[in-house]
């Protein structure tokens, strides 16, 4: 057995390049993988264990066909299967003299899978069915195969092909299947060349194949004869095509071999083969094609114009419309459709008839077929005239087209019964031959040069149109064509010079001068005869306008802008007529449509006037009295002498030079009384006062910082149980932005600062002060609060705070035996007053005795004086 065993190792590593090492390890746990039906014996690994003085291996609970030698070799003595166990366990233990001495170990073995099974289908003979015409890549039928090998491995991997068709007389495949799914179905040519075999149609509710429908239909299309059904050959052979088209899979019109291959279709692949039968069915559902029905046919209606025949003998048509208008149209309960009256094709040319076909249950059996029926044409309108008036200039050129006519023919435009010719039958007055008229575009020419517009105003043409159907149909049509008139006339003055107009130089605009007037020969109340009037020269400040009266056709000369008598005294003015049109081809115009006059401007005294219209100045509010705020200058049109004068200064804050209107402080400026100052200022004549103009004078004070921030209250008191509560500081300031708020609040300067207050903002105009610790006694304290404005100018101010005791209204309270000992400061003024002037009293009283004693000694004198 080893000698084989070694052989066969040996052979393996030969043929897959493996060695004996590549078959050795150590004896533990282990996975190992074997091949199923290998020949045997078969090595699957050797196994050593680290112990010392191994003499033999053992397999515990040893399993059919695995043995392992005395050298540690893992073998098979049988083949191992797949699909009868995919994965055995063992153990395997060393051995010293039958002791254990190593192990046991697990071992796993994995039978690995090998393709040695083909695939199998699950039936022999497959069979379907598919319509004639049915779209390509419709299933008809499904075919499925297995294969036992390992579902997880290319193995089971199965593809499917079709081997043959039979009959395959054709170059191209009718049939192709779903290499993955197995389903069958037509090809594109497939579903084009299929045919059915022909046989019979059947009515609503005859059975297919049945004895007593084929006798009947047989006795419908056959002469009557005495012979058996049996033995009519006829007969016989109709009853075995029907029999055989009710299961056709029997005798199927196509067989196909179709093959299942396992590892994807590779080459070594292992296959399955089965047969499909498959019946081509008559598709009786054909679309019959496009319907024509010519419009105003007479008959008997309704009137049979197609059929449609469903699959299902059983079906019940309908007819659907698409469009919500007459429908003309029905089908019975053998899918013949009729028209049920006449059609008008000007009405509608064409309709879509969607045929349904569906069982008692109301569900389609076969799918929606459209059928369009077109309407055709008859000669049933005459033409109808199109426009019918048109003008021709009175120099309109040989050949020139006047118009065209446009006329319609309502029937179809594509048939000669819409085809229209033109004959120019009559024109009125009949003079030379003017116009003619193509025959078959209608357009209208001039066939003769010189039309005159005073002689024929216009022409009346009479045309007849003509189509082209069976009998033709005629209309006469009335065509106008007027002459219109061409400017061939100039515009003539009626006097060339107008002479001089005067104008005082204080006149209006819009007032009148000089009315003139030029006419024109043209055709009247066209643009040839119409005449505009210009200003061509003479005034190129356009000082001056003319307009003409659509009534009479004079032109009017009036003043647009003020005279200036001083700045231009006398205008030559140039006149000229003209046309809107123009002129004819070679005319020009000339002397004849031009005309002149002479304004002259009268002078008269005027007032004076200012150099500006508007009189405004922007100024500090702490301009220097007697600073000059405005030079104010103004002069008179005929250089007389003026002189101002003021009016409005209320305040007394200006003053103003008379003779050369200078305008001065006399008093400061404030702008916290006032922002903006409005006075009157006059010029005027000295020697005609009454010649005076005034202006307005707008004066926009700007501020100065020259106002500091100041407190609102200089005092408050604190009460020693609401100390925490911060005291509210407000401050204002005169001056406006930017020399006002916000301002800034702080404590004194450095040497003035208190450890004992502190300052926080609150908004723009206002501070919180706290007392940060309660003195021990009641004080009053002057908090020194400095107070800075936006623009950083500030002063400091002393802020009284008194801090006490405080009663429920908020006094400071004294306790009433603190008050018994103590004099307050009125009662010790007082008090000191009455002393006084009892000191007082005594002393004059002891100066008027002293006057009245006698003198005496020394000694008494002193005594006095003690």
Request: net charge negative; hydrophobic share 35%; glycine share 6%.
């Amino acid at each position: 057995m080893m000698k084989h065993l070694l052989l066969l190792t040996v052979l393996l590593s030969s043929a897959h390049g493996i060695t004996l090492e590549d078959l050795k390890g150590p004896l533990e746990n282990k996975e190992l993988h074997v091949p199923e039906a290998t020949a045997v014996p078969y090595p699957i690994h050797q196994f050593v264990s680290a112990e010392a003085g191994v003499t033999g291996y053992r397999v515990i609970e040893e399993l059919p066909g695995i043995s392992i030698s005395a050298e540690g070799w893992l073998y098979l003595s049988e083949p191992l299967t797949w699909s009868v166990e995919d994965t055995l366990s063992l153990q395997i233990e060393a051995l010293a003299d039958d002791v254990t001495v190593d192990g046991p170990y697990h071992i796993v073995l994995k039978v690995v899978d090998i393709n040695n099974n083909a695939p199998t289908f699950d039936q022999t003979l497959y069979t379907g069915e598919v319509m004639e015409h049915k779209p390509a890549g419709v299933p008809i039928v499904r075919v499925l195969a297995s294969d036992t090998d390992d579902p997880n491995t290319a193995n089971a991997a199965l593809r499917y092909s079709i081997d043959k068709e039979i009959p395959g007389t054709l170059d191209t495949s009718l049939f192709q299947i779903d290499p993955q799914t197995g389903e069958i179905s037509t090809t594109e040519d497939g579903a084009r060349l299929l045919k059915a075999r022909a046989g019979l149609i059947y009515s609503r509710g005859e059975q297919r194949g049945s004895r007593e429908v084929l006798e009947k239909k047989f006795n419908d299309y056959c002469a009557p004869n005495d012979i058996p059904y049996e033995e009519n050959p006829f007969f016989t052979c109709v009853l075995r095509r029907e029999s055989r088209r009710v299961d056709a899979t029997v005798d199927p019109d196509y067989t196909l071999i179709v093959r299942a291959q396992d590892m994807d279709g590779a080459q070594n692949a292992l296959s399955g083969t089965t047969r499909v039968h498959i019946a081509i069915n008559q598709n009786l559902w054909v679309n019959p094609g496009p319907v024509t029905i010519r419009e105003n046919v007479k008959g008997e209606y309704p009137m049979l114009i197609t059929t449609v025949t469903s699959n299902d003998p059983n079906a019940i048509y309908s007819l659907v419309q698409k469009e919500r208008l007459n429908f003309p149209f029905s089908i019975n309960a053998e899918g013949q459709i009729y028209v049920t009256e006449g059609l008008d094709r000007e009405e509608k040319d064409m309709y879509v008839l969607v045929v349904l076909a569906k069982d008692e249950q109301g569900v389609e059996v076969d799918e929606p077929m459209e059928i369009h029926v077109t309407v055709t044409d008859e000669n049933d309108n005459a033409p109808e005239c199109g426009v019918s008036e048109f003008e021709v200039q009175e120099n309109e050129v040989l050949g020139s087209v006047v118009g065209n006519l446009m006329a319609h023919d309502a029937d179809d435009e594509n048939s000669a019964n819409a085809l229209l010719a033109y004959k120019l039958l009559t024109q009125n007055p009949p003079t030379a031959n003017m116009f003619s008229v193509d025959e078959y575009s209608g357009a209208i020419s001039v066939s003769k040069s010189g039309f005159r517009r005073s002689v024929t105003p216009q022409y009346t043409l009479t045309i007849s149109i003509s189509d082209g159907g069976t009998p033709a149909k005629t209309t006469e049509c009335q065509v106008i064509v007027k002459v219109i008139d061409i400017n061939n006339e100039l515009p003539i003055f009626e006097k060339n010079n107008y002479g001089k107009v005067g104008v005082p130089e204080n006149a209006q605009p819009g007032t009148s001068l000089l009315t003139i007037k030029a006419t024109d020969a043209d055709d009247p109340g066209s643009g040839s005869s119409k005449v505009l009037y210009e200003i061509a020269a003479g005034d190129p400040n356009e000082v001056f306008t003319i307009k003409a009266d659509e009534t009479t056709g004079e032109g009017i000369l009036s003043i647009a802008k003020p005279l200036d008598y001083e700045e231009q005294s006398t205008y030559e003015l140039q006149i000229h007529a003209r046309n809107p049109e123009p002129l004819m081809a070679g005319l020009q115009y000339g002397v004849e449509s031009t005309a002149v006059v002479t304004v002259d401007v009268v002078d008269v005294n005027e007032p004076p006037q200012f150099d500006k219209d508007f009189l405004t100045v922007t100024v500090p509010e702490n301009l220097t009295v007697g600073a000059t705020v405005l030079n104010i200058k103004a002069n008179d049109p005929e250089g007389k002498e003026i002189v101002f004068k003021m009016e409005g200064d209320e305040r007394g804050w200006l003053e103003l030079d008379s003779a050369t209107g200078e305008l001065k402080t006399k008093k400061a400026l404030n702008y916290e009384e006032v922002q903006q100052l409005t006075v009157k200022v006059i010029a005027y004549e000295k020697d005609a006062p009454e010649m005076q103009t005034e202006r307005e004078v707008a004066i926009y004070l700007l501020d100065v910082n020259d106002n500091t921030p100041r407190l609102i209250t200089m005092e408050h008191t604190i009460c020693v149980k609401d100390h925490k509560k911060p005291v509210l500081l407000q401050a204002e300031d005169g001056d406006a932005e930017p020399f006002g708020p916000p301002f800034t609040f702080s404590i004194g300067s450095k040497n003035q600062r208190s450890p004992n207050w502190e300052i926080s903002p609150k908004d723009d105009t206002s501070a919180w002060l706290t007392l940060k610790k309660v003195p021990s006694s009641e004080q009053v304290f002057g908090v020194p609060i400095n107070i800075k404005d936006n623009a950083g100018l500030g002063i400091t101010h002393k802020f009284n705070v008194h801090v006490c005791n405080c009663t429920e209204f908020g006094y400071c309270y004294r306790e009433p035996k603190a008050q018994a000992g103590v004099l307050g400061l009125g009662s010790t003024i007082g008090i000191l007053g009455g002393v006084l002037g009892f000191i007082i009293i005594v002393f004059v009283i002891v100066i008027k005795k002293s006057k009245k004693k006698p003198k005496t000694t020394e000694g008494e004198e002193g005594d006095a004086m003690m």
